[in-house]
C-alpha cells in the first residue's frame, strides 16, 4: 500500500472526495438543470434522488475500494470476476469520455476569469452572443482547455497527498464564502423573491419521466458517481475511517453547494429578466450581468474571484477524473506515475477536441445527430452516453454487484471497521433496503425509460 499512497487523515478524505463532487456540475449544470426542469419541481426530485440513491451508491462505491484497495477494474475483479470486471472498465471508460468533455466546459470557465481579470468582458453589452461565440472560438478553447489539463497532469502526475489535499482543504470554504457573499447580493435586487419562489416551491405538474431522469443524472453527475472515482478514492483510505460518515459529509457538502448556487443564479435571472431555462449558457450569462451591474472595479474582482474559484472547483473535479485511469494503469501496469498521468492527459485531450469543436466551430459536429426531437452536437451525445446514462448503469450494475454477488454480509463487514456501532444501526437498515430493493428497482427502470425515450422517441410514461 506504501508504494500506492494514501491520505493522510480523514479530513483529508473527506475534502478531496468532496473537492471532487463540488465542481462545474453543482455551479454551472445544476442551475440550468433545475432551471430547464421546473425549479423547485427539479429541486425536490433531485434532494429525494441524492438521499435515496446517491447517498448509497457513495458509500457502496467507497466500500468497495477501501474493501480492495484497487482501482475499479481490479475490484470488480477481486471481488466477482472476470465478467464482473467489465463493470469496472465502463466505469473507467465513462470517466475518461466524461473527463473530455468536462474539461472544455472548463475551459470556457478558465477563459472567462482570464477575459474578466485581464480583458474587457464587463464592458460587452450582450452576453449571450458573447457567450455563444466564445464557445465556438477555436484558438481560445485550445488554449484554455489545454491549459486546465496541463494543470491536472501537474497535479495527479505528484500523488495523492501533494497536491490534491492541500489545495481542497483551503479552496472550498473559499469558494463557499464567496457564493453566500453572491447570494446576500442576489437577494437585495429587484424581483429577487420571484426567483426564490420559481427555485423553492415546487409546482407538482412539472414532474415527469424527464424530470427525474435529469435529477437523476444530475445527482450521479454532481456527487461523481458511477465511474469508479470513488471506489479509487475509496482506495487510498484507512481502516480506522467511518465511511457511513464521510460519505454523508461529502454528500452534505456537495448538495449544500448545488443549493446555494441555485439560490444564488434564480434571484439574479428573474431580476434581469431572463429565462430560467436558457440552458448551458445560463450561468456564463447571467453572472457578467450582475458582475457589470456592481460597477467597473468592485465587479471586476468579485468576478474575477468568482471564475476562479469556479475553476478551482473543476480542478479538484479533474483531478479526481484523471485519478481514475492513472491509479488502473499505475494498479495494472506498473508504469511510473508521472509517465501515465501525462501520457493520459493528452490523448483525453485529444478525444476531446471533437466535443470542443462541437459548440458551432465546425457544422457537421455541431449538429452530429438528431434525437429526442432535436438537433444534438458530439458535446451533447458524450454526456447523454457516458454521464446521463452510463453513470446510472455504473450504478445499477454496483448495487447489484454489492446485493447478489458480493453480499451484504460483507459489504457490512467492511463498513463496521471504523464504525463498531454500524450493525444493526439505523444506517444499516437503511442501506440495506437501499442498495438491495430501492436503487436497483429505481435505476433499472429509469435506465429502460431513458434509452427508449431519447434514442428511440419510445414514451412509456
Ligand atoms: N462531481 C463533479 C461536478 O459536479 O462537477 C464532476 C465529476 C468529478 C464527476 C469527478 C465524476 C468524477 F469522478
Redesign the pocket.
Known sequence: MSTRGAFSSKIGFVAAAAG???????IW?FPYEAGQHGGGAFLLVYLICIVLIGYPIMSGEITLGRNTRSNPYRAYHKLGNRNWSLVGIWGIIC?IM?LSV?NVVAGWAFGYFIEITFGSLLSIKDFDAHFDASIADVSDNIIYSFAFMFITAVIVSRGIQGGIEKASKILMPLLLLLLLGLIFYSLTLPNAMEGIKYYLVPDFSLINIETIYSALGQAF????LG?G?LITYGSYISKKDNIVVSAGLVTIT?TLVAFLAGLMIFPLVFSIGQSPAAGPGLVFVTLPVIFQQIGPIAGKIIGSGFFLLLCF??LT?TI??LE?PTTFLVDEKKWPRKRIAWISAIIIFIIGLPSMLSQGAVESLTHFLYYEGQSKSVFDFVFDVFSDIGLPLGGLLMVIFIARKWGMKKFDEELSKGNSNYSGSFMSTFLHITIKWIAPVFLAIIFVVTVLQKFFGIHIF
Open positions: 471532487s463532487a463540488v465542481g462545474l456540475g453543482n449544470r470517466g466524461f468536462y453527475f454532481s456527487l461523481s465511474m472515482a456537495d472547483a473543476a473535479s479526481s477524473l481514475i
